[in-house]
């Protein structure tokens, strides 16, 4: 396993933060490597070999300081030094084909963080059981708020499927330990002028096992983020930019 701390770019680097994934980060890794030429995997303490299979699939390893998904993330803008970061989820619910999708936009310089939305995409997580049915209308619900606050049009901030311009991504103080950081980029992005683009992602169920959100005790986090920063006001200076939602 190599352990590393940072590096690559610059260009495009994906990150996939995995806690046991074993069974899809290979395959994963192998499909994102066909669009981009550096794939980080930043591993959350995986007991299953994950960081292993990943080494072996191509991928630089790192070793996360802290466990969650948000702390894994900013660790990777923290380190890296690629001129966009890719981020996709190690379950192999999302399509790497979409990649190019994602980093066009902010290549062409139009926009500074793209997100897959599963609104047109379509999802089949978000079914009709109970657990999915209620993700899905919070999910809803939130990005009402999100469009109202900021008069945007965008149909899905919470994807983890997504790519943003590394300058931007540490400009914009991240804090959240876990999930809530994919809402929590979104919504700092618009407070600080940044622009923010969907482009339709199709999101498949993930491979093997269970998610590691857990939805009724994550809820009222996200619904505090949502709300917690919306309430402040936007953030001018010269790293404003004109929205694109």
Same mark, same amino acid.
């Given at each position: 396993?190599?352990?590393?701390?940072?590096?690559?770019?610059?260009?495009?680097?994906?990150? =996939?933060?995995?806690?046991?994934?074993?069974?899809? @980060?290979?395959?994963?890794?192998?499909?994102?490597l066909r669009y981009v030429?550096?794939?980080?995997?930043?591993?959350?303490?995986?007991?299953?070999?994950?960081?292993? =299979?990943?080494?072996?699939?191509?991928?630089?390893?790192?070793? /996360?300081?802290?466990?969650?998904?948000?702390?894994?993330?900013?660790?990777? @803008?923290?380190?890296?030094?690629?001129? @966009?970061?890719?981020?996709? !989820?190690?379950?192999?619910?999302? !399509?790497?084909?979409?990649?190019?999708?994602?980093?066009?936009?902010?290549?062409?310089?139009e926009v500074d963080l793209?997100?897959?939305? +599963?609104?047109?995409?379509?999802?089949?997580?978000?079914?009709?059981?109970?657990?999915?049915?209620?993700?899905?209308?919070?999910?809803?619900?939130?990005?009402?708020?999100?469009?109202?606050?900021?008069?945007?049009h965008l149909t899905d901030?919470?994807?983890?499927?997504?790519?943003?311009?590394? %300058?931007?991504?540490?400009?914009?103080?991240?804090?959240?330990?876990?999930? /809530?950081?994919?809402?929590?980029?979104? @919504?700092? /992005?618009?407070?600080?002028?940044?622009?923010?683009?969907?482009?339709?992602?199709?999101?498949?169920?993930?491979?093997?096992?269970?998610?590691?959100?857990?939805?009724?005790?994550?809820?009222?986090?996200?619904?505090?983020?949502?709300?917690?920063? /919306?309430?402040? %006001?936007?953030?001018?200076?010269?790293?404003? +930019?004109?929205? !694109?939602?």
């Open positions: 396993m190599r352990n590393v701390t940072g590096t690559a770019g610059p260009g495009v680097t994906a990150v =996939i933060a995995a806690l046991n994934e074993a069974a899809s @980060i290979g395959d994963v890794i192998e499909a994102t030429p550096d794939v980080l995997a930043m591993d959350g303490g995986s007991e299953d070999g994950t960081s292993r =299979i990943a080494a072996q699939a191509g991928a630089r390893v790192v070793e /996360c300081l802290r466990k969650g998904k948000g702390h894994a993330l900013r660790q990777a @803008i923290a380190d890296e030094a690629a001129d @966009i970061l890719v981020f996709i !989820d190690a379950d192999g619910s999302h !399509d790497a084909a979409d990649i190019p999708r994602l980093i066009e936009p902010i290549a062409r310089g793209v997100v897959g939305s +599963r609104v047109p995409g379509g999802s089949d997580e978000l079914d009709h059981d109970p657990g999915h049915a209620v993700r899905a209308l919070g999910t809803h619900v939130l990005q009402a708020i999100v469009n109202l606050r900021f008069a945007t901030m919470q994807n983890g499927f997504r790519a943003i311009r590394t %300058p931007v991504a540490r400009d914009l103080a991240l804090r959240e330990p876990g999930f /809530c950081i994919e809402e929590e980029m979104v @919504i700092q /992005c618009l407070r600080r002028g940044y622009r923010v683009l969907n482009v339709p992602s199709h999101e498949y169920r993930r491979r093997h096992g269970r998610s590691k959100l857990r939805v009724w005790a994550e809820g009222p986090r996200f619904l505090w983020t949502v709300l917690s920063l /919306c309430a402040r %006001p936007r953030v001018r200076g010269p790293q404003a +930019r004109s929205q !694109d939602g």
